[in-house]
């Protein structure tokens, strides 16, 4: 099959990495891709939300089967338009998208069939919001701009103060643009995170292994929030207990519910969760593989994945079986000093060989933000590589993954030290 992956980060070469395993993958290609992704695929730079022209390129190059990876070009529609020229896709239309790209969409969803998660109301008229926030006078308060906003539309406001400021923002700065027209208000909750994909053809659900996100920029969950720093994978959090509440209360009445409003989801969905003391509750849904996640989560399948995305797509998940090994994934995010605000590109990236470090087996270089010049990577995004180690452990995946990000350089390069601490803690308590 040529297979063409719409998008160009870290979980689009994850997503690229682990199609090329299957026999039935023939040539495949990315756009736009990036530096480290044209060492694993032809890299053709459209736009990912140039559905026009991404569409056009498409059917001039007669590709099989396309796998639409990012949000904006699954909530502008790209997978209903490739099926208008007989082209299959894997991801779900514009309308089964609005699980991600509207939050009033995707909580009153879950209200209508009662799927846990924070109590909300939501607004278009910013003098409400604020009437309502002073009534309930419960802070910290938890603001989301309706729309997409690079997952920076969440603000959590601790004073009136705060949240006026946020809601100035959001709603008369416009600083998510049209995403703010709309607001929902929601109750902060307590617990840990944990992140759940899933396949689904509309008709079966079946989890991936679990997996736990660091969203911040610093050590101890301090700083900015950004894409996700690092990853691990199995999240530890998410014991078979929990597992078994998550498919009866949230993953099994999701589906339902998406059929029952006439937009059946087919693709990656992906339930961002919090463990409350009160059980698992849907914190956010996204319509796509997560990114880190997916850099820890498809290096552990087992399956072949362009078998599973099309069962997903022809609606035969029931009979295709979805696997992955024991052992453990980390991820450490290498990114450039100053992401998420401001950052330099172009630096320089020394260490790698073919983009990789070929001396370790058990190792993948993810490349995020890469770029070729004259031929050597350098820097071009505020996430630049998500380096992965696969292991028996995650003690000694979480090692081998500190131990090759060692070995790659480039000037002002940040991560975390601390990826996987809170897991390792949580497995010592279990
Ligand atoms: P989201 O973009 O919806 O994933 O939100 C970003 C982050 O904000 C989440 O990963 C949570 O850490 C936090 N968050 C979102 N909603 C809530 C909530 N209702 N209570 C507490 N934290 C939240
Ligand atoms: N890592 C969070 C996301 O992909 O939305």
Redesign the pocket.
């Known amino acids: 099959m040529k297979i063409l992956v719409v998008g160009g980060g870290g979980r689009e070469h994850a997503i690229i990495k682990a199609l090329k395993k299957s026999p039935a993958c023939g040539e495949i290609w990315c756009a736009p891709g990036n530096g480290g992704i044209s060492c694993d695929a032809r890299c053709k730079d459209i736009k990912a939300t140039d559905v026009e022209a991404m569409v056009a390129f498409a059917k001039e190059e007669a590709f099989d089967y396309v796998v639409v990876a990012q949000d904006d070009p699954l909530a502008l529609g790209m997978v209903d338009a490739l099926a208008a020229v007989g082209i299959p896709a894997f991801g779900p239309d514009k309308a089964a998208a609005r699980i991600e790209a509207s939050?009033v969409f995707s909580k009153d969803l879950m209200k209508k069939y009662h799927i846990p998660?924070?109590e909300?109301e939501t607004f278009d008229d910013p003098a409400k919001v604020m009437e309502y926030i002073r009534a309930k006078n419960k802070y910290?308060v938890?603001i989301?701009a309706d729309g997409l906003?690079l997952?920076?539309?969440?603000l959590?406001c601790g004073s009136e103060e705060e949240a006026a400021a946020g809601v100035k923002e959001i709603m008369l700065d416009k600083k998510f643009g049209a995403s703010g027209n709309k607001v929902v208000v929601?109750?902060?909750?307590?617990g840990p995170?944990v992140s759940v994909l899933s396949f689904t053809d509309g008709k079966v659900v079946k989890p991936m292994v679990s997996s736990m996100?660091h969203?911040r920029a610093n050590d101890h969950d301090t700083g900015l929030?950004t894409g996700g720093m690092g990853t691990v994978a199995p999240n530890p959090y998410y014991t078979p207990a929990v597992a078994r509440r998550c498919m009866e209360e949230i993953f099994l009445p999701t589906i339902a519910a998406m059929n029952a409003e006439g937009c059946p989801f087919k693709g990656c969905l992906y339930f961002?969760l919090?463990i409350t003391p009160d059980g698992p509750?849907v914190?956010?849904y996204?319509c796509r593989f997560g990114d880190p996640e997916t850099q820890v989560v498809l290096p552990l399948l087992e399956s072949d994945l362009l078998t599973v995305m099309t069962a997903c797509t022809n609606g035969t998940l029931a009979d295709t079986e979805v696997k992955f090994r024991d052992g453990a994934a980390a991820c450490v995010i290498l990114a450039s000093g100053g992401y998420p605000v401001a950052y330099e590109k172009g630096k320089p990236i020394s260490g790698l060989t073919g983009g990789q470090l070929p001396e370790m087996a058990d190792v993948t270089v993810y490349h995020s933000g890469t770029a070729l010049k004259d031929g050597a990577l350098v820097t071009a995004g505020g996430r630049v590589l998500g380096v992965t180690a696969v292991a028996d452990t995650l003690p000694d995946a979480l090692a081998r993954a500190y131990e090759a990000t060692g070995r790659i350089e480039f000037e002002k390069m940040h991560k975390r030290s601390d990826i996987g601490a809170r897991a390792l803690k949580a497995l010592a308590a279990l």
């Not at 997952?151 to 969440?154: A, E, F, R, T």
């Not at 929601?186 to 307590?190: P, V």
């Open positions: 939050k998660t924070a909300y910290p938890v989301k906003a997952g920076k539309g969440v959590i929601e109750e902060f909750l307590t995170e996100d969203k929030n961002g919090m509750k914190i956010e996204n």
